[in-house]
Each structure stands twice: as structure tokens, then as C-alpha cells.
């Protein structure tokens, strides 16, 4: 076991961390479009 393998800095599960990272990305392109939507709406 090496050095890194002992002192672990974040201890979470990874599958929690990628749920989070992709509801984030999911959530910030989603909220693009949704403005998108409603400037073209307003543009006629």
C-alpha cells in the first residue's frame, strides 16, 4: 500500500460525486436553453 492509498483526502463514494457532477452540468445546460427559449419568445 502506498503513501496515497493511506492518507485518503476525501473519503465520499465516487458514484455519489459523478451524480452530483452530472445533475450540475445537466442542470446549467438546461438552465442555457430555458433562457434561450424565453429570449426568442420575447424576440418574436
Known sequence: MNEFEKNVQSKTNDVSDSIVGVTVSFGF????????????????
Open 29 to 44: 445546460f438546461a438552465t442555457m436553453f430555458i433562457i434561450a427559449v424565453v429570449i426568442q419568445l420575447i424576440g418574436g
